[in-house]
């Protein structure tokens, strides 16, 4: 749990993150494109994450309901069966890596979370979910580095992990120049609740 005050607005998400063990395969895999291609805006490895459900600049009253609401929500839910899978990148723009296995659960997770997060009363613009990681992004003038980048990755398959926890994460956006970096407000253990009942497989929560 972070005990720092938070800013008077943050940027708010909600997600799951690889092992270190995942991303340190995907890190490796990515070195010949870390050399060629520089000049791409390369997000730290410790930002990875998939997102759930991106909220947007939210003033920092959200976080108390939506802690609580989480941490409940998360013991429900069993940890899935996850990898990484190959590249890809959105308009030539964001270079992602992509989510394989438990998709189907992975996208009631989404849907759960995003109901959760409305019956707090918090708005956020919908948006579709397409399980990735993002790891970089071009700059204005370079069309052509991350469908390169991307196409590197085409045979990449990593290891199978499960899923540990629900992360509340926020960024510094607008706090100045430089670099996002995100970081935890809180995470929470999945299945618990599951555990406590005697480790039965959950459909739903």
Known sequence: MDDHPEPPTLRVFVALAPPDEAK???AR?????????????WNRIEDWHITLAFLGEQPSTVVP???????????SWPALHLSLRGGGHFDQRLLWSGIDGDLEQLHRLAADVRDLVRSC?????????????TLARSRRDDHVSVPLAAAGLT??????W????????????????GPIHY????????????RARGGGALTEP
């Open 155 to 160: 045979g990449f398959t990593g290891r199978p």
């Open 121 to 133: 009363g918090i708005e956020f613009r919908e948006r579709p979910l397409h399980p990735h990681l």
């Open 65 to 75: 309901p939506l802690r609580s609401a989480l941490a409940g929500r998360a013991a």
């Open 24 to 26: 340190d395969e995907l």
């Open 183 to 194: 970081r935890d407000i809180e995470a929470w253990r999945l299945g618990d609740a599951v």
């Open 29 to 41: 895999a990515l070195r010949p494109a870390y050399a060629r291609y520089p000049r791409l805006r």
């Open 162 to 177: 499960r899923t540990e926890r629900l992360h509340l994460v926020g960024s510094n956006i607008g706090r100045g120049p």
